[in-house]
């Protein structure tokens, strides 16, 4: 199987839950790679000759780093699904959450049982609007453990409607616009009904981060920062976006040449974290970023360099971002980061 099959399987089954992708970054068989899920191993390119069981034993759910196996260094990546959004309401809140939400990776599915509303929806940017009742609509939503949801209805009523349907669903996060009384009441009443206490106090209500917003927009900013900072308090990388799998599996571009740049291990407050990815054409422009600055063009230029000389081999390359050169180039953290690149 070559990378290009590889990374359509990856594509097929990232959905799913404790997958991994494991890579060989030095030593024998350098760049060879096992894609690991349901307890198998799914697919692999390269040497292919690390067995099945030692594989299973480099991995944990929800960690990703450098490990190591027959004298090799292996880069064990513990896949994000990515990140769904499901908003339940389309008012002018919701809209603003919308755009915000779709800037930052989100994909956002929102539904609503007024036409008008749900296609001021569409117009703002959801990649999917589910124009029904509540309770149909969350019929078609299964949930998982990258699933956000986010309850932002036009009366108490159907708050609850919504709550009842996702708790009872696998989630990430469930949030809901309310006051603190109206929260209160609401989650009395649940309780009386059987809902267990524990539970209905995890919801994020007030939704939001405290930042004394007023208008639909800061309101929005301070939902959509809440929500960065439950998805990323998760220790997962990054995963695969669509855009970069689809220059990965040979959709986009299949002829032009590519090198592969991924972080696979960081020191300190360096800018970005482990899983980072950054694709280098061989015209120079980048998918993705691997966080700016002279660091991301010296690693640009050496994946240039590596495609211009036809490196088959992959190599790491250490950046070490010093306070003061964090400074000169602007950045906000310092740290290191060691970085796996290889031509595609």
């Not at 790491?316 to 290889?342: H, K, N, P, R, Y």
Request: net charge negative; proline share 2%; charged share 25%.
């Amino acid at each position: 199987m070559n990378l290009f099959e590889l990374y359509n399987v990856l594509k097929d089954g990232q959905k799913g839950r404790n997958n991994f992708l494991v890579t060989v970054i030095q030593g024998n068989g350098t760049g060879s790679r096992y894609f690991l899920a349901d307890g198998e191993v799914k697919a692999q390119c390269g040497s292919g000759d690390i067995e099945t069981e030692r594989l299973w034993e480099l991995v944990q759910p929800g960690e990703s780093g450098i490990a190591e196996a027959d004298g090799r260094r292996l880069f064990v990546e513990s896949l994000k699904q990515p990140a769904h959004l499901v908003i339940c309401g389309a008012g002018h809140v919701a809209q603003q959450v919308i755009l915000l939400a779709g800037k930052i990776g989100f994909t956002v599915t929102v539904l609503e049982d007024r036409v008008s509303f749900a296609g001021e929806a569409l117009r703002a940017g959801a990649d999917q609007v589910i124009c029904d009742s509540f309770e149909n609509a969350l019929k078609q939503i299964p949930g998982s453990e990258d699933t956000y949801f986010l309850v932002v209805t036009r009366g108490h009523r159907y708050d609850r409607v919504c709550l009842e349907a996702i708790l009872k669903k696998p989630y990430a996060y469930v949030g809901m616009m309310a006051s603190r009384g109206r929260s209160a009441l609401l989650k009395k009443q649940m309780e009386e009904d059987g809902f267990d206490r524990k539970v209905l106090d995890e919801i994020h209500t007030p939704v939001g981060l405290d930042i004394h917003a007023e208008t639909p927009e800061e309101i929005a900013v301070s939902i959509v920062s809440e929500l960065i900072k439950e998805k990323n308090s998760v220790r997962k990388t990054s995963g695969y976006d669509a855009e970069l799998l689809d220059y990965l599996t040979g959709e986009k571009e299949p002829d032009t040449k590519k090198a592969l740049a991924t972080i696979v291990a960081r020191r300190g407050s360096a800018p970005r974290g482990i899983g980072t990815k950054m694709l280098v054409l061989e015209d120079g422009r980048i998918i993705g970023t691997i966080g700016g600055g002279c660091m991301e063009s010296e690693v640009q230029h050496l994946c240039l360099r590596m495609l211009h000389e036809e490196s088959a081999q992959g190599q790491i390359f250490t950046v070490d971002m010093t306070a003061s050169q964090a400074e000169e180039e602007g950045l906000v953290c310092g740290g290191t980061i060691q970085v796996f690149m290889e031509v595609i």
